[in-house]
Nanobody
Framework: QVQLVESGGALVQAGGSLRLSCAAS????????MGWYRRAPGLQRELVAT???????KYADSVKGRFTISRDSAKNTVSLQMNSLKPEDTGVYYC?????????????WGQGTQVTVSS
């Protein structure tokens, strides 16, 4: 069984920084894309940042220049460094990955980690 487990969510003041981490475990033969989405209160889940297995990144316009996604392919982890945080960054952040589990390529999601930015 493949699992994604996030960590690093917290309450932080506006202008502060947080680093989220996500580790994939279980039967993993390979990982394609990994990334982060978030769901703000009352809104739909939205893309924050993604990275392909070759290192190509994509960011939401709202986080460009403030957030940085990184991967450690050897450890099956993905991280999100978040700087200059704003109250509108508040939400539940979800890790996602496209994983070859030995049967097929599947999309997996973590349970989410809460990020709250106070003004």
């Amino acid at each position: 069984q493949v699992q994604l487990v996030e960590s690093g969510g917290a309450l932080v003041q506006a202008g502060g920084s947080l680093r989220l981490s996500c580790a994939a475990s279980g039967r993993i033969l390979g990982i394609n894309g990994m990334g982060w989405y978030r769901r703000a209160p009352g809104l739909q889940r939205e893309l924050v940042a993604t990275m392909t297995s070759s290192g190509i990144t994509k960011y939401a316009d709202s986080v460009k220049g403030r957030f940085t996604i990184s991967r450690d392919s050897a450890k099956n982890t993905v991280s999100l460094q978040m700087n200059s945080l704003k109250p509108e960054d508040t939400g539940v952040y979800y890790c996602t990955a496209e994983i070859n589990n030995g049967v097929r390529l599947m999309g997996y999601w973590g349970q989410g980690t809460q990020v709250t930015v106070s003004s």
